[in-house]
């Protein structure tokens, strides 16, 4: 057996800890697999005498990141500090330019960065390893990236917020509101105390940026990315959708097609005997569509330090082993443009609340109507005169534009009390 | 671009002829991925003028398969021949032999010489890549070796054959019989006219026990495997399964304890809000649980031209790219004894075809009792005094040995008109 892989671990929030942990608990296995040890020999961190669960005896110590690159101790760097500036990004630059192997689980960074770090990365011959950035113990990246290589991909999506995942599947088996499932998640630690970064769809962003460059062999571009969070999904209408056979679903959809590549985040409503309509509470899952294999899907655990640790511990027995692929996927990456969400096609699910009385769905169709947006139902129950009532309309795909035309008419008309509720259906 | 890596492909099957066009449509794209170009330079099939929708011109031509390991415009062997002897296993030896890395789609070879093969081919350090043998366009092999590499894994299971996972979607469907719907299969192609490799659940095992070689480390022993297939399901019990909250699968399931490993393939009840019991139709899906990663399923599909060609282009692109592994995963092998299907536990579904009399199903209960196993529930519909009517028990966890005294008794008893169904209860 060759030499230990020595390893420098920088941030030792719960995910690092695992990292260290796992490393030791499997060493054996681990080994076995890799072809020779891994043994982490550093760390970093802000505090030095936290209690982590994992003895830092032996371990070489410093308070700034940026030196594990330098440690002479240290053949490849982990970093799991997060945030796509600061240390995490002046760590992962310093240890691409000491010729060090890095293996981060930095999403935001990638999301951000990824085009220029992997040309650092990539001019040094130095691999970067990111399978904990995406759906946690999931191995998508590998999947994506080596298992249907041999495919043109059209299509990446996936629910790849746990805890956005978790709300809705609450919301649903509870009947609550988000922000009753949201205070609770925060009170039992499963979700921030700002929470905005899972809710608003932005992480989930970050890691369809990272699919989407992988499937498509195409720069990340966050700024092109449509991103709509959950905060607005109502208990009314996750009830509604399941009368209708759909379950609500936060959603990354990535597409590529003749006129170029097109990536949102947005709660979508699935169908109920969609394998992914089964995904629940804080699983994930990746989907992907090649020409080849058509469609594949990956389910698993998307957080915490177990999972994450095995997708780290996964990166560095790669390296071990000597394997590695462009960051990218691919030795050039493609210039395909944006498509922007205007020009999405789809069905959607309107829920308006109106008042009850007579002409006020003439009014609406005949708007609809105007815009060639074709109705496949209808739902209205009840009748309750001059009161506040929910009607919901289910569309043939239409064109978002023509939508949003069609919403601003008809949220201006007197009798819809509400701006409309608006979920986009998809297909999967 | 270096030089193109060149390819000889043993059989022009479906799958063969499937690689063949694969490497050529999506040729850029591969070359890209792989760091060079991968071009099929000679073929090896019975026939040579049949039309298989794919050019051979330009393409050396072998009748014998054998020959592709000694041609010397071939640096890697495709082998889709099939079958655990003769030319697929002569080819590959042969191949080993010559110091050429092989890319396989074969189960039965792999299931009942691996250990064999494999040591042949790490004594000449030649990479044998296999993700085609198990699941078609799923990159499980790819996800087990080393997506999970940091992993103990406990247990590895899945639908391993899209022939048996669409028989019994159609028999629930349309209530129908195994016969009914393996018929109507045949006649479309979907089951071979000789079934009984992928019903009796043999095509099942092979994969089966290649997955548990690699999830455990330790060689493949087909002769410890339980083998069950799906013949005896009925139309019945899938329907009662139903109103159990249950969904039948023939699953592959294998399992690590401190006892050892048991493996075993036989028709299961999942419940119905399990992942796996949404995985229809002609679909695979396998799953994994992990110490670190917890429990982990891919699916997509199983076989076809498409998929099996995806993942054997996959692994030309890893040789490629000089990404390897060990064979079956880590440098040495385990020896973790058989545990047999005598010692497996676990609830159980019995379906009784009983004349409705006073005293049956105490006389039935009370041997359950005898053997230590109790019961859940129980369900008897209406009554027919003297007529046959099928009674349902689904027990407590018991040990199969106890099960089997059990109904031995149960059978003999006057009352009962036919030998009991009996389904494992998996909470997958």
Not at 51 to 59: A, E, I, Q
Request: glycine share 10%.
């Amino acid at each position: 057996m060759t030499a230990p892989l020595r390893v420098g671990v920088a941030g030792l929030g719960t995910v690092g800890a695992g990292v260290v942990k796992l490393l030791r608990e499997n060493a054996a296995l681990i080994a076995g697999r890799a072809g020779r040890p891994i043994a982490v020999t550093a760390v970093s961190a802000r505090e030095r005498h936290r209690d982590r669960g994992v003895s830092l005896d032996g371990l070489r110590w410093h308070a700034d990141a940026k030196a594990l690159a330098a440690e002479p101790e240290v053949d490849v760097v982990v970093e799991v500090i997060g945030g796509a500036e600061g240390p995490a990004r002046r760590l992962v630059e310093a240890a691409i330019a000491a010729g060090k192997p890095v293996v981060t689980a930095n999403k935001a960074l990638l999301a951000t960065h990824g085009v220029e770090i992997a040309r650092l990365a990539e001019a040094k011959g130095v691999p970067l390893a990111y399978e904990a950035a995406v759906a946690g113990g999931i191995p998508a990246i590998k999947a994506l990236r080596e298992g249907l290589a041999g495919n043109r991909i059209s299509r990446v999506a996936g629910i790849l917020n746990g805890t956005c995942n978790y709300i809705l599947t609450e919301m649903r088996l509870r009947g609550l509101s988000f922000e009753a499932v949201l205070s609770e998640a925060q009170a039992l630690g499963y979700a921030e105390a700002d929470p905005s970064f899972d809710v608003d769809g932005v992480d989930a962003a970050h890691k369809l940026a990272i699919l989407a460059a992988l499937a498509f062999g195409r720069p990340v571009d966050l700024a092109s990315l449509h991103i709509e969070g959950i905060r607005r999904v109502s208990a009314l209408d996750i009830s509604l959708a399941g009368e209708f056979g759909y379950r609500i679903k936060l959603l990354g959809i990535a597409t590529r097609d003749e006129h170029g590549v097109s990536a949102r985040v947005h709660p979508c409503m699935v169908p109920l005997a969609s394998p992914i309509a089964a995904v629940e509470g804080v699983f994930n899952a990746v989907l992907a569509e090649g020409d080849a294999v058509g469609r594949v899907m990956l389910q698993g655990r998307g957080a915490g330090a177990g999972p994450t640790a095995s997708a780290v511990v996964a990166d560095l027995i790669d390296i071990a082993r000597g394997r590695g692929a462009p960051v990218w996927g691919a030795d050039a990456l493609d210039d395909a443009p944006a498509v922007p969400m205007e020009r999405h096609v789809g069905a959607y699910y309107l829920r308006l609340m109106v008042t009850d009385r007579p002409g006020v769905i003439a009014d609406v169709t005949g708007i609809l109507r105007d815009e060639r947006i074709s109705l496949e139902s209808m739902l209205q129950r009840g009748r309750s005169p001059e009161e506040a009532v929910p009607v919901v309309l289910v569309t043939h795909d239409c064109e978002e534009a023509a939508m949003r035309q069609a919403l601003a008419r008809i949220e201006a008309l007197d009798a819809v009390l509400e701006p409309p509720a608006v979920i986009r259906i998809e297909a999967l």
